[in-house]
């Protein structure tokens, strides 16, 4: 290969390079020129100009609640995959290596199997007089009826279930590299465990973290499926919004708008995820 | 295993991981219960798989599946096995260019992607169906066969194709007989999990398909919208052992790359 | 120019700022095994590489049996690389390891079988044709390595310090077979080492390298014998010295010099001194002599490695000296010995 000079490598670099300008940049610039412009929803004319009248009117509470409803829900499933996968993933890396392999593959294998079957199967489970209410009318949690699916709640959970793995996954990477042999030797059981948690495997599990809430929270705003079939048929999350415009209205310019949108949130979001990972001591 | 020391993260291991497969298995005892309503167990029955099995929708839709995840794997591992060889010998600012552009496809929701090529297609007037879709799952396809081939492509001897010249062969010939080889393991890999990805696919393939035959996953998706049959438990779970399966065998040769890889960097032993 | 021949000049090659080779200009003749020594970073890898096509020289040209090769790229060139790491395919058998460049240059089957086989029985590996390297010692894996290149017949063979990875023992032991390989096919051998010892054992001639640049070329005993610069004289070998300067020269290489601490001393040196010329005089450790006469010393150290002592010795003249003798010697510190050398021992290093 370096013998066959530096233009012929560079050719390499083309059938990516040109798929992803013609199949990914040019319509992610489409996008953005289509938020500026207008349609008649009559005669599906668009004109094209530099109007923000699409932004504007996402303003209209109808649009903006679904805006915030997604950060919330995207927010509210990262928080609950954190506060489930980390002991989770805490739990896996205190085992002997043998019973580690197992727990991963356990946790694993559910995230392989059809994401689309995977959600219909939590419609019965979170249905009410489904096993979840059953498991909870027992447990003497909950009485009365779920009263969850085809609610915000229960996109929520759909999300933490679906994106569970991914959260485990990168804090077990973490905690995985302690040695805990050095911690256990250094303190005793007790009071001192307590803090040696907080103050040395708690910092150390802060990328593995850091990189679970980016490629939980991130993805979830975008969500389509987990809210179209949990949501029953409502526009909860941005996903569905801009399905909505773009196939059943066809209001191609607002759809983009609220893309472009959806982009934007993103973008601020890795920006904070940045921020964030700077100032905490590493 | 440790229980008693960790008995808090344990009882919540517990609770999650029961969580986690609990569902599936609803489906599977679902997928052989008798009651159409499924409100409580009637008895076992292969009734849904058979109906599954003879539903037309559902065979075009299996077929198409395979037809998309075949055309978008390849396509995705060409791509990604010229990108992992041009970005070893490339500049750091090049690099870091296209690591860019490969971590962007990979955190950006599904929804923009499909909307994106939606809107081109339309506005170039290109007929939706499955090359369009094929076209879109390369997008973000390739990403995730790129970063898996990259990897491999580290664990390369330079070496090896130094060697490979110095005896005589042209870089194409070096490329047939040491480097392909070399990355097989990563090529094998890469080509399960994208094929796996294709075939779950829901977004861009709903967008995409247009008039078209549906892939099977945007059947299922019509099925469970606007009615629920408990064909759908039947279906589910034969496409879940599916691609549990086809993760399985990926899963497996990624960990074995692992191995291989130790093995072909295994430096010669310093005592006999 | 003999079809086995190396013409390297004015090779030049840079690495952004940093100058791995300056301006070379080196003759290897035909049939030999010829070594090019120095420490890390020297060059010599470098050298080896360019000659072989996997480094492009900025500058200069090389010739091997007469053709100026420097343009064509590794796979057309008339030279194969034994590598330090032996780089065998890890997919491939021994065999079709050995086989590859047979295959490049699309020789029927037949012939590729015969010459494997050869070659094979040569490095005295028949029988693990079908073994994968990983299967081999690091002994064996070596052995490959020089069948696999030797095969294609080629005018030279490099090999750039293949023995590295081994442990004493073996290394010894294939230094033995590398010799005699060489004298067997009868093709140029060009080695890198920076074990002086490793490359003087084998070698017909030498070249010492420092810095990119050549400090000499000549036989294993030339060099250590009549070192022509200091770095030279150090790298192979210890070194008693001092400064001197030439009292008279006496001709054909022979002066006296008067010593920093003002004695007379004889020395032999490269011709053309002049005289009041400053100079360096080395004498060998194992030139010194203990015995009658000689100047006064006191043994102040001993080393015992077995087949040798090695001493240190103070005087009043001469500060101090380090000694080699025999391992049967009776030596002891303390003891107090007259220390001589013949005149040939001592050698002008024609700079300060």
Partial sequence: ?282 | MRLRRHWFSGLIALAVIVFLWAPLVIVAINSVNSDTLLVSWKGFTTHWYSQAAHNGTVQSGVKQTMTIALGSTAISLVLAVTGALWWRRASPRARRTFDGLTYLRIMLPEVVFAVALFLLFSKIQFPLGTTAVVIGHVVWNSAYATLIIQARVATLDPALEDAASDLGANPWRVFRRVTLPGLLPGIVAAGLLAFTFSFDDVVTSYFLTGAGTAPLPVVLLSMIRFRITPEINAIGMLVMLFTVSMFAIGFIAVTQMGRGARKALALPEVRQ | ?352
């Fill in chain 3, 1 to 352: 120019m003999e079809t086995g021949a190396v013409r390297l000049q004015a090779l030049r090659k840079t690495f952004g700022d940093l100058v791995a080779v300056q301006s070379l200009d080196l003759d290897i003749p035909e049939g030999g095994f010829f070594s090019l020594i120095g420490p890390s970073g020297c060059g010599k890898t470098t050298t080896l590489r360019m000659v072989a096509g996997l480094e492009h020289p900025d500058s200069g040209t090389i010739e091997v049996g007469g053709e100026d090769i420097t343009r064509r790229p590794p796979y057309r060139r008339p030279v194969n690389t034994v590598f330090q790491s032996y780089a065998l395919f890890p997919h491939l058998d021994v065999a079709d390891n050995v086989a590859f460049g047979l295959i490049e240059e699309r020789r029927p089957k037949a012939e590729i079988r015969e010459r494997v086989a050869e070659m094979l029985a040569l490095v005295q590996l028949t029988g693990r044709e079908r073994s994968k390297p990983s299967q081999l010692s690091g002994g064996q894996q070596q052995r490959v390595a020089l069948a696999r290149a030797l095969v294609k017949h080629p005018k030279v063979l490099l090999l750039d310090e293949p023995l590295g990875a081994l442990d004493l023992k073996l290394r010894k032991e294939l230094q033995g077979q590398l010799k005699a390989v060489q004298r067997r096919v009868g093709i140029t051998f060009m080695y890198v080492t920076h074990d002086q010892e490793e490359a003087f054992s084998m070698s017909d001639r030498v070249a010492v390298m420092h810095e990119g640049r050549l400090e000499q070329v000549g036989t294993p005993e030339d060099v250590y014998r009549q070192p022509a610069t200091l770095f030279t004289a150090d790298f192979v070998g210890a070194s008693n010295r001092t400064e001197a300067a030439v009292k008279q020269a006496l001709g054909e290489g022979r002066y006296t010099l008067k010593s920093g601490s003002g004695y007379d001393v004889r020395a032999r040196g490269p011709e053309g001194l002049a005289t009041g010329a400053a100079v360096t005089l080395i004498v060998r450790p194992e030139s010194l002599r203990l015995g009658d006469e000689g100047w006064p010393a006191t043994i102040t150290d001993v080393s015992y490695v077995g087949p040798a002592k090695h001493l240190e010795l103070e005087t009043q003249e001469l500060g101090r000296l380090r000694a080699t003798v025999g391992g049967g010697e009776p030596a002891a510190v303390g003891d107090r010995v007259n220390v001589s050398w013949p005149a040939e021992a001592a050698w002008i290093v024609g700079e300060r």
């Fill in chain 1, 1 to 282: 290969m370096r013998y066959a000079g530096r233009a012929l490598r560079s050719v390499l670099a083309l059938p990516t390079l040109a798929w992803m300008v013609l199949f990914f940049l040019v319509p992610l610039g489409l996008i953005v020129v289509y938020s500026f412009a207008t349609i008649s929803l009559v005669t599906y004319d668009i004109s094209y100009g530099w109007t923000v009248s699409n932004y504007r009117q996402i303003h209209d509470p109808l649009y903006f609640d679904t805006l915030t409803r997604s950060i919330f829900l995207s927010l509210t499933a990262t928080i609950g995959c954190l506060l489930l996968g980390f002991p989770l993933a805490y739990f896996i890396s205190r085992q002997p290596a043998r019973w580690q392999r197992l727990l991963l593959v356990l946790v694993i294998v559910p995230f392989w199997s059809s994401f689309i079957v995977r959600t219909y199967a939590m419609v019965n489970l979170i249905d009410n007089g489904g096993p979840l209410e059953d498991v909870l009318h027992t447990l003497h949690v909950w009485s009365g009826p779920l009263n969850i699916l085809y609610r915000p709640k229960g996109i929520a959970l759909g999300i933490v279930y679906s994106y569970l793995p991914l959260m485990v996954l990168p804090i077990y990477v973490s905690l995985e590299r302690i040695d805990y042999a050095l911690i256990d030797a250094a303190g005793d059981l007790g009071a001192n465990s307590r803090r040696t948690f907080r103050r040395v495997t708690l910092p150390l599990a802060m990328p593995g973290v850091a990189v679970g809430c980016i490629i939980v929270g991130i993805p979830a705003l975008g969500e389509y499926v987990i809210p179209e079939i949990l949501g029953g048929g409502k526009t909860l999350m941005l996903g569905n919004v801009i399905t909505d415009q773009f196939l059943s209205v066809g209001d191609y310019p607002f759809g983009s708008a609220i893309a472009v949108a959806l982009m934007a949130v993103m973008a601020a979001a890795l920006v904070l995820a940045r921020v964030v990972q700077r100032r905490a001591p590493v």
